[in-house]
Nanobody, 117 residues
Framework: VQLQASGGGLVQAGGSLRLSCAASGNIARINSMGWYRQAPGKERELVAA???????YYADSVKGRFTISRDNASNTLYLQMDNLKPEDTAVYYC????????????WGRGTLVTVSS
């Protein structure tokens, strides 16, 4: 299984970006997928997650500004980020708990989001 993330870039404060993460491979079932981020000098944190394709979780810092969604047909995860703030600057990683023959956690390579003030 591979997770390919894209969509990062440089944006001014107040702007928007949309991250995508395409899961490919011998996927039998997806339990949950999420977006994490890691800012310089800080630990990786969970930003948003979608469980069983329905339930969603958001970190308090992004509630009302970020929206997570998943296209089940293409196994693609999205993160719509609006009203971006400089403190959102980080490398964003997608993660999935995915079953092939067994359940495993998979991570994509990060995509950098930089928000200028």
């Amino acid at each position: 299984v591979q997770l390919q993330a894209s969509g990062g870039g440089l944006v001014q404060a107040g702007g928007s970006l949309r991250l995508s993460c395409a899961a490919s491979g011998n996927i039998a079932r997806i339990n949950s997928m999420g977006w994490y981020r890691q800012a310089p000098g800080k630990e990786r944190e969970l930003v948003a997650a979608i469980i069983n394709g329905r339930e969603t979780y958001y970190a308090d810092s992004v509630k009302g500004r970020f929206t997570i969604s998943r296209d089940n047909a293409s196994n693609t995860l999205y993160l719509q980020m609006d009203n971006l703030k400089p403190e959102d600057t980080a490398v964003y990683y997608c993660q999935g708990t995915i079953a092939t023959v067994t359940w495993n956690d998979y991570w994509g390579r990060g995509t950098l989001v930089t928000v200028s003030s």
